[in-house]
C-alpha cells in the first residue's frame, strides 16, 4: 500500500487532470495518490473523473485555497 | 483568553452554517449560475442598449492607457468609427462595459474571500509564463478580429438567434480540441 504524491500547486486545469490520469496508471491496486491542487475548478473534475472511473476518494482543504485529493486505486 | 475562545466558537459556527457552506463556500451548482447569466444578460440589454461583451471592453482600456502616455488612436482603423470615439471621449467612468468588468474582478475577489479560498500562486516555471503570455496574446488577438469572445461573440449572439454565435461554437470547439492536444503534448 504505497503512497504517492502529486504536486500540482500553481498549475491550471486541465493540467492537474491530466497529470493525475498519467500517474494513477503507474499505481498498483490498493494504492494512494495524493493530489495537491490550489485550483478551484480541479476540485470539481479531479474527483469527478476519479468517482466515475470507480476509485475512492476524499477531498481535505488544507490551507486558503489549497487542497489535497485523496484517490485510492481501487481498480 | 476567554473572548478568543469565544471568538473561535462564532467562526467555527459559521463555517458549519448550512447557508454559509450553501452561499458562500461551496461552487453554485451550473443550473443556478445559468439562470443568473441570462438574468444579467437581459438587464444588460435592456439598461444599455448593447449586449454583454468583455473583451471589446478591454481593447478600450489598452486605448485609454495608450492614451495617458500621449498616444493617439483615433487613426486606428478600430476606432475609427463614431461609436467608437465617442465611447473614448466619455472615458472610463462613463462606459457601463468598463464599470461591468470592474464589478466582475471585484465581484470575484469578494467570492474568493468569502470562501476563504484566496491565495497568490507562485510561478511553477518560466514556461508556465511563456506559455500564458502567448496564450493571452493569441485569445485577445482573435476576440478582436472576430469581434467577440465567449461572451461577446458566444453567449450574447446565440442569445440574439445570430447564426454567428454557433458558428462561434463550432470553432470554439474545434479550437478547445486542437489546444487540448498541443497541451498534452507539450506540456505534460
Given at each position: 500500500?504505497?503512497e504517492?504524491?502529486l504536486?500540482?500547486?500553481?498549475e ?13 496508471e503507474?499505481?498498483?491496486?490498493g ?5 495537491q491542487?490550489?485550483?478551484?475548478c ?13 476509485h ?12 489535497e ?7 | 483568553m476567554?473572548?478568543?475562545?469565544r471568538?473561535n ?11 454559509y457552506?450553501?452561499?458562500f ?15 444579467f444578460q437581459?438587464?444588460?440589454?435592456a ?7 468583455v473583451s ?7 486605448a ?8 493617439t ?5 478600430y476606432?475609427?468609427s463614431e461609436?467608437a470615439?465617442?465611447?473614448?471621449e ?11 468588468n470592474?464589478?466582475?474582478?471585484l465581484?470575484?475577489l ?7 479560498q ?13 506559455a500564458?503570455?502567448?496564450g ?15 461572451i ?5 449572439g ?7 454565435g454557433?458558428?462561434?461554437?463550432v470553432?470554439l470547439f474545434?479550437?478547445?480540441?486542437a ?10
Amino acid at each position: 500500500m504505497a503512497e504517492y504524491e502529486l504536486d500540482c500547486l500553481g498549475e491550471a486545469c486541465p493540467i492537474p487532470l491530466v497529470k493525475a490520469e498519467k500517474k494513477i496508471e503507474e499505481l498498483a491496486i490498493g494504492d494512494i495518490l495524493i493530489v495537491q491542487i490550489d485550483h478551484s475548478c480541479a476540485m470539481k473534475n479531479l474527483p469527478e473523473w476519479a468517482r466515475k472511473e470507480g476509485h475512492n476518494v476524499e477531498i481535505e482543504e488544507v490551507d486558503d485555497g489549497e487542497w489535497e485529493v485523496i484517490i485510492e486505486k481501487t481498480k | 483568553m476567554g473572548s478568543n475562545n469565544r471568538e473561535n466558537e462564532i467562526i467555527m459556527a459559521l463555517k458549519d452554517n448550512q447557508f454559509y457552506k450553501m452561499w458562500f463556500k461551496d461552487a453554485w451548482p451550473y443550473l443556478t449560475g445559468a439562470v443568473l447569466l441570462s438574468a444579467f444578460q437581459i438587464f444588460t440589454l435592456a439598461s444599455t442598449g448593447s449586449p454583454w461583451g468583455v473583451s471589446g471592453v478591454l481593447a478600450n482600456w489598452g486605448a485609454w492607457l495608450y492614451e495617458a502616455v500621449g498616444g493617439t488612436v483615433d487613426k486606428w482603423y478600430y476606432f475609427a468609427s463614431e461609436g467608437a470615439q465617442r465611447t473614448l471621449e466619455n472615458g472610463f467612468l462613463g462606459h457601463p462595459g468598463s464599470m461591468r468588468n470592474i464589478g466582475i474582478i471585484l465581484g470575484a475577489l469578494f467570492a474568493t474571500l468569502m470562501a476563504s479560498q484566496f491565495k497568490i500562486k507562485k510561478l511553477k516555471s518560466w514556461r508556465q509564463v511563456a506559455a500564458a503570455v502567448l496564450g493571452g496574446l493569441l485569445m485577445g488577438y482573435g476576440a478582436r478580429i472576430g469581434f467577440g469572445c465567449n461572451i461577446g461573440a458566444l453567449f450574447s449572439g446565440i442569445a440574439s438567434f445570430s447564426v454567428s454565435g454557433w458558428v462561434y461554437f463550432v470553432f470554439l470547439f474545434l479550437g478547445a480540441w486542437a489546444g487540448s492536444k498541443l497541451l498534452v503534448k507539450f506540456f505534460m
